[in-house]
């Protein structure tokens, strides 16, 4: 049975269009995205509006969610790194997670089988 693995990449929204055409191109064939708020290092910025001055300490980003199992961890974390990149701070973090298991709710079908491709499994 192959190791199933969760990767979450945190990053700025700008990023998620090459980030996901690059995933797709190293077999990544499905993804959760969410419009997330945070803040890390860089605490937010103090931004004026009308005379008033503002902390702005939740800065806007995206949550890509992608459980692999024949995808290499290393290949979707090394795409995610030269795609996401700037060099400044906020570029995001990955966060990668073990999977015990899951479950496709239409058919039933457990572990590695309830996320990949129906045709995939057949070759």
Do not use: W
């Not at 269009?17 to 910025?45: D, W």
């Not at 996401?84 to 479950?103: H, L």
């Amino acid at each position: 049975m192959s190791i199933m693995t969760k990767i979450d990449i945190i990053t700025r929204p700008g990023k998620l269009e090459e980030l996901k055409e690059a995933l797709n191109a190293i077999g990544v064939t499905g993804m959760t995205v969410s419009q997330v708020f945070g803040c890390g290092l860089q605490k937010g910025h103090t931004e004026i509006y009308r005379g008033k001055e503002y902390n702005i300490n939740l800065l806007a980003g995206i949550k890509i969610e992608i459980v692999v199992c024949e995808v290499p961890v290393d290949k979707v974390v090394a795409t995610a790194r030269t795609i996401c990149s700037t060099g400044k701070i906020g570029d995001g973090k990955i966060f990668i997670y073990p999977i015990e298991n899951a479950v496709r709710i239409r058919t039933g079908e457990e572990g590695p089988a309830a996320i990949l491709d129906p045709k995939d499994i057949l070759k």
